[in-house]
């Protein structure tokens, strides 16, 4: 079936650093991409829908500017955490949409820590 | 908008009982709904779907039958055993929106 691998699977940063999460879809192509961020023991909240080319819409309240997403090929898309603060630590998660299973599959997620 | 309400847990049981966590939707149109299991530290992966009514999805003794009349799609295993001790979510795919809602979680725990 459709994978996608996710990297790093966890992380640990400084405050004002900036992190990067990579997503790739390895035997598919991925034109639509969605990040999410889990907080424990909590279901997942979408925070954007990213499309191969084009600029990634974002839910209500997600800072665009401190969480930069980009897709800029048909299987790589990736999230950076910019100016990272202890607020930012969560479990971050993606997934990808696949067409020909009318489904969707998901990477394995990255914990960030921001010390 | 579309959203899914799923039981709360956690639920604890014990090995071989019988395992039901309800989900229900609301929903325009026709939407697809799926089960995803999360173990401990890692992502979601596919438990089942099914993408219209009166479906059934199964997978590993799981099964769940998309109800229209009910707007349910609950989740049920006869037998459980230690290793289906996970979290347990239910999510729903719009008709004409790619985006997927999910239900907040059931944590099951089985014992030995």
């Known amino acids: 079936g459709a994978v996608v691998s996710q990297h790093p699977s966890w992380v640990i940063c400084k405050s004002g650093t900036s992190v990067k999460i990579e997503c790739r879809s390895l035997d598919f192509q991925a034109t639509t991409m969605f990040w999410y961020r889990q907080f424990p023991k909590q279901s997942l909240m979408l925070m954007a829908t990213s499309n191969e080319g084009s600029k990634a819409t974002y839910e209500q309240g997600v800072e665009k500017d401190k969480f930069l997403i980009n897709h800029a090929s048909l299987t790589l898309s990736t999230l950076t955490v910019t100016s990272a603060h202890p607020e930012d630590s969560s479990f971050y998660i993606c997934s990808a949409r696949v067409p020909t299973e009318r489904g969707y599959t998901f990477g394995s997620g990255t914990r960030l820590t921001v010390v | 908008g579309d959203s899914v309400t799923q039981m709360e847990g956690p639920v604890t049981l014990s090995e071989e009982a019988f395992l039901t966590i309800n989900c229900t939707y609301t929903a325009t149109g026709y939407p697809s709904l799926f089960w995803y299991v999360q173990y401990p530290g890692e992502g979601l992966q596919l438990l089942l779907k099914?993408?219209?009514?009166?479906d059934k999805g199964s997978n590993k003794g799981f099964e769940a039958t998309y109800r229209k009349e009910t707007t349910s799609f609950h989740l049920e295993k006869g037998s459980v055993q230690v290793s289906d001790s996970a979290v347990y979510f239910c999510?729903?795919?719009?008709?004409?929106?790619?985006?997927?809602?999910f239900g907040a979680g059931t944590t099951v725990t089985v014992r030995a």
């Open positions: 999510a729903l795919s719009g008709f004409n929106d790619y985006k997927l809602s």
């Open positions: 099914a993408t219209k009514a009166d």
